[in-house]
């Protein structure tokens, strides 16, 4: 007589199988979560870095005699302190803009997040709902401010970057 031997795994076996999965997932996770949180954080300071140098090359235009700049939004003759910011603000919001708030890419409507704020409204500190935006504003009649929250305040660090850009 053949004895039939059973072949295959015990229930043993695949129970330990399965939670050494489950291991590695919840670790996987936890590592990506921290991923995507540096990735953000990261995509904030390169927006800001971006916009900072897009508003000197912009106001090399006109020092060196373009009628306009900033996509159009920018009159060179007469510019003051504050038309410059407003048209930082208009120009960085415009639909052919690809410059997202990293942490929230789109809004309720569906319509894009833009990391540039249409109002010249200050910061403060930085918090979950404001990190991601930046701010362009004037202080007096001869500079340009850019202040962004990159992410939430840290105990040991603001994530608050701000620049002032001088022009004549």
Do not use: H
Request: charged share 15%.
């Amino acid at each position: 007589m053949k004895r039939n031997k059973n072949k295959g795994f015990t229930l043993i076996e695949l129970l330990v199988v399965v939670a050494i999965i489950g291991i590695l997932a919840s670790v996987g996770v936890v590592a990506y979560n921290g991923y995507t949180n540096s990735a953000q954080k990261s995509a904030a300071g390169s927006n800001y870095n971006s916009v900072a140098k897009w508003i000197q090359n912009e106001m090399q235009k006109c020092n060196v005699g373009e009628v306009t700049a900033m996509s159009g939004e920018l009159t060179c003759s007469g510019r003051t302190a504050a038309t410059v910011a407003e048209a930082v603000r208009d120009s960085q919001r415009l639909t052919t803009s690809k410059m997202a708030n990293p942490y929230d890419k789109t809004l309720a409507d569906g319509s894009m997040n833009f990391a540039v704020q249409s109002a010249a409204t200050a910061l403060g500190d930085c918090t979950t709902t404001n990190r991601g935006m930046i701010v362009v504003g004037n202080t007096g009649t001869t500079a340009i401010t850019i202040e962004a929250c990159t992410a939430a305040a840290e105990t040991g660090a603001t994530n608050k970057l701000s620049e002032s850009i001088a022009f004549n």
